[in-house]
């Protein structure tokens, strides 16, 4: 049984998903700068997730967002510019070609990294119409008012407003100063905002209530809710988005269903450089650039996260960098000299298996893995178990450019679950479903060919 931390609760809860298929949203990048790797950490434990959930059997249907319109350079008052036209007039493009750029990099970083990409890319842009329909839904129950630059929400009407923060009566967030302007309560937040008279800005739509622009929050529920229903598993995202944007996420979301919005909510914690968090705005960021400058490929970042608790906080040196790079070439090496077709070992799969269960515990994972490689177990199957647990880890432990024989496959149990979970949608001739369990296997490292005498394994290269 998978056991994840749910921020609603403040508890390890035992993880069952609604359907079938597990939901998956996570708050993805605003596309104007270089996103740096706290940033890309955040995407990492999203993964690290999702590997897990696939390698224990689950379909999975994530969705991530981009947001290139609405995010303000000051998000707790609903203030400030839009952070996409700050970064168009700084490097001399438009609102939708700035956008488009880091969208761009960031799917290179993702990549890079490992990282499995989501179901779908969801642009806020392209999701006005959907934005549009739920404030509408708001204001026809009464849950929204109108000031000078905007449509706002009024959070005082959200019984349990600030539940996921677990501030009960959050009449005021403390140590943020908020400018209250029109707004009825500090903690009301803007779901359309006018265009200002006298400044140009690039992007903006005809709505109901005037010429303006989506808020930053209200994309995300528009969108989850599209692709993943009223309710879904689970939401991820990095835990500064918490006390302001999950929270109003949620007030939105509930308001206008009257359903709860997310039954797992995960945050991931923050890289730490100097005293503070790692972030744009303090000026103390890495990108994945610096790692290649210190010799290392993104993959070596991959495993220095894995060292560290997705819940804890981590600090990222150059020594700890080239400490990961060592290990993880190490780890290449008896791969790539041990001969295939060995064994899986099954005393110590369980015992990874219970470290992913127990809250993605992924340092005690790379612990396992360790006893693997130090134990006297015989190269091939060290090998077998190491590539099944880097299903998990994405390492990227597998040799490449070999031509893989029927006798290399180790498969393991999980994998052979979905495989046959997938020739039974087939049979019902549920292409749907089956084409889901296709991407599961990608996922879990194997990918199928339907031929005439059935489904075939091959690794992925
Ligand atoms: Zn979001």
């Given at each position: 049984m998978l056991k994840l931390f749910n921020t609603l609760t403040r508890e390890k809860e035992a993880f069952r998903p609604l359907k079938k298929t597990v939901s998956l949203y996570n708050c993805g990048p605003t596309v104007y700068h270089d996103q740096h790797i706290g940033n890309f950490r955040t995407s990492l434990s999203v993964d690290l997730l999702k590997r897990t959930l696939l390698y224990f059997g689950y379909p999975v249907k994530h969705i991530t967002n981009i947001?290139?319109?609405?995010?303000?350079?000051?998000d707790a008052d609903d203030s400030g510019e839009d952070k996409i036209e700050v970064g168009a007039r700084r490097e001399g493009l438009t609102a939708r070609q700035v956008a488009r750029k880091y969208e761009k990099q960031y799917k290179q970083g993702i990549k890079s990294l490992g990282i499995i990409p989501p179901f779908k890319w969801t642009r806020a842009t392209e999701h006005i119409a959907e934005q549009i329909a739920l404030i509408k839904k708001l204001e026809k129950k009464g849950y929204t008012y109108r000031t000078e630059d905007g449509i706002y929400f009024?959070?005082?009407?959200?019984?349990?407003?600030g539940k996921l923060a677990g501030?009960?009566?959050?009449?005021r967030r403390p140590g943020i100063r908020v400018n209250?302007?029109?707004?009825?309560?500090?903690?009301d937040f803007a779901l359309w905002k006018f265009a200002a008279a006298g400044t140009a800005r690039q992007m903006e739509w005809e709505s109901p209530w005037g010429i303006g622009f989506p808020g930053w929050h209200i994309e995300c529920s528009a969108m989850a809710m599209k692709y993943l229903?009223?309710?879904?598993?689970i939401h991820c995202g990095a835990?500064?988005?918490?006390?302001?944007h999950h929270t109003n996420e949620i007030a939105q979301s509930e308001a206008a269903t009257?359903?709860?919005?997310?039954?797992h909510w995960m945050h991931g914690a923050f890289v730490i450089e100097g005293k503070e968090k790692m972030a744009k705005s303090v000026g103390n960021i890495k990108t994945l650039e610096w790692i290649e400058e210190q010799g290392c490929s993104p993959l070596d970042y991959r495993y220095l996260t894995l060292?560290?608790?997705?819940?804890k906080e981590l600090r990222v040196t150059a020594e700890a960098l080239v400490a990961a790079r060592t290990a993880r070439a190490h780890l290449i090496a008896m791969v790539s000299s041990a001969s295939p077709g060995g064994a899986l070992i099954p005393e110590k799969i369980k015992k990874f298996e219970e470290t992913l269960l127990d809250d993605l515990n992924a340092p005690r994972g790379l612990a396992v893995l360790w006893e693997v490689v130090n134990a006297p177990y015989n190269s091939a199957d060290k090998r077998a178990t190491i590539l099944a647990f880097d299903a998990v880890l994405?390492?990227?432990?597998k040799p490449t450019g070999r031509v893989s024989t029927k006798k290399e496959l180790a498969i393991p149990d999980a994998v052979k679950k979905i495989l046959g979970s997938r020739e039974q949608s087939r049979q019902e001739k549920n292409w749907k479903r089956s084409d889901e369990l296709r991407t599961a296997l990608h996922a879990a490292g194997f990918d199928v060919l339907d031929t005439a005498e059935g489904q075939k394994l091959k690794p992925v290269v």
């Open positions: 947001t290139d319109v609405g995010h303000l350079t000051n009024d959070a005082t009407k959200f019984k349990n407003y501030l009960s009566a959050m009449k209250l302007g029109e707004k009825k309560h500090a903690t229903g009223e309710t879904i598993d835990i500064d988005l918490i006390p302001v009257g359903k709860p919005f997310v039954r060292q560290t608790h997705y819940r994405g390492l990227g432990l």
